[in-house]
């Protein structure tokens, strides 16, 4: 059974950088995603990309800060985050996508504030 290990969040200001980590203990998903949880509210995939990284989707709130990448030899997918805003305040989560059929890992946290 595959396991998820999210990482690089950390508690920065609004309009700086974070770069996230999501290993796999094994081999990854043709499609992979990042999504992001908030208390009280449904969990949002925020990007995704197919296995080589040259057909990716963003949501709205996120696209053009935001950048999937993903290394398959290493079994990891990457989230460079720029200009953050305090509502990309979340826990980030990486699975696959769409059938979200891996155990979820314990997220990474981001906090945006000043």
């Known amino acids: 059974q595959v396991h998820l290990v999210e990482s690089g969040g950390g508690l920065v200001q609004p309009g700086e950088s974070l770069r996230l980590s999501c290993t796999a203990s094994g081999r990854l998903s043709y499609f992979m995603a990042w999504f992001r949880q908030t208390p009280g509210k449904e969990r949002e995939r925020v990007a995704s990309?197919?296995?080589?990284?040259?057909?990716?989707w963003y949501g709205e709130s996120v696209k053009g800060r935001f950048t999937i990448a993903r290394d398959n030899a290493k079994d990891t997918v990457y989230l460079q985050m720029d200009n953050l805003k305090p509502e990309d305040t979340a826990i980030y989560f990486c699975?696959?996508?769409?059938?979200?059929?891996?155990?979820w890992g314990q997220g990474t946290q981001v906090t945006v504030s000043s």
């Open positions: 699975n696959n996508f769409p059938e979200q059929s891996i155990q």
């Open positions: 990309s197919n296995w080589a990284g040259d057909s990716t």
